[in-house]
């Protein structure tokens, strides 16, 4: 059976941080590609930061360029999101994401994020 089962998410101040986790089982997670998404309220969901499967190449959106960083521990099958100096404008549900090579992906259930003074 498949999990994406994400964590770290909660209140935090602006300029805060948090790190995400997901953890993964029940597929090869060291072949596939991971990213976390994010929705806000009366948005769509957004590719936020996607790392390769054995952790060579990242890619981020613009808005969290330079303030999150992604990376995954294959022995551990987790990926990680490290948020740091964060904005209102990042609160979202933070969802995590798994791609193979042929294109099958998996979601997990999400994670809030609110950042809120």
């Known amino acids: 059976q498949v999990q994406l089962v994400e964590s770290g998410g909660g209140l935090v101040q602006p300029g805060g941080s948090l790190r995400l986790s997901c953890a993964a089982s029940g597929f090869s997670f060291s072949m596939y590609g991971m990213s976390w998404y994010r929705q806000a309220p009366g948005k769509e969901r957004e590719l936020v930061a996607a790392?390769?499967?054995?952790?060579?190449?990242?890619n981020y959106a613009d808005s969290v360029k330079g303030r999150f960083t992604i990376s995954r521990d294959n022995a551990k099958n987790t990926v990680y999101l490290q948020m740091n100096s964060l904005k209102p404008e990042d609160t979202a549900v933070y969802y995590c994401n798994a791609k193979s090579p042929k294109g099958r992906g998996y979601w997990g259930q999400g994670t809030q994020v609110t950042v809120s003074s």
């Open positions: 790392i390769t499967s054995a952790g060579w190449l990242t």
